[in-house]
C-alpha cells in the first residue's frame, strides 16, 4: 500500500443553463470543506479546484470527482458530463513538474 499525498484536483462539467452568481456560491459553499473553489459564473461550464489525499493520481480524481458531484447535487446545479478533470499532487506543485 502507497503513502497517501495530497492532490490538488481540477474538474469541469459543462452544461446547457448559463449559471449564475448565486449557483456558483453554493457550489463554492459545498466543496469547501475540501479547500475548494469554484468557477463558472455567467457561463454554461461549472468547475472546482479541490484538495484531496489519495495514494495515486487516479484515486485522487476518482475522490475529487465524487465530491464535485455530490457538491454541484447539493448546490442545486443540473447535472452535467464532466469534460475535464486533471491533477498534481503537492510534491510536483512544489517542484514546479507539470
Do not use: C, H, N
Request: aromatic share 4%; no cysteine; glycine share 10%.
Amino acid at each position: 500500500m502507497g503513502t497517501s499525498v495530497k492532490w490538488s484536483v481540477g474538474i469541469e462539467a459543462e452544461g446547457d443553463k448559463i449559471l449564475s452568481r448565486e449557483q456558483i456560491v453554493e457550489l463554492a459553499d459545498a466543496i469547501a470543506a475540501s479547500q475548494g473553489i469554484a468557477t463558472g459564473i455567467g457561463t454554461s461550464r461549472y468547475g472546482a479546484q479541490l484538495v484531496v489525499e489519495a495514494d495515486t493520481m487516479k484515486d485522487a480524481i476518482g475522490t475529487a470527482t465524487e465530491r464535485f458531484i455530490a457538491a454541484a447535487a447539493t448546490a442545486g446545479l443540473p447535472p452535467a458530463p464532466v469534460v475535464r478533470a486533471e491533477a498534481v499532487s503537492e510534491a510536483e506543485d512544489e517542484s514546479g513538474f507539470r
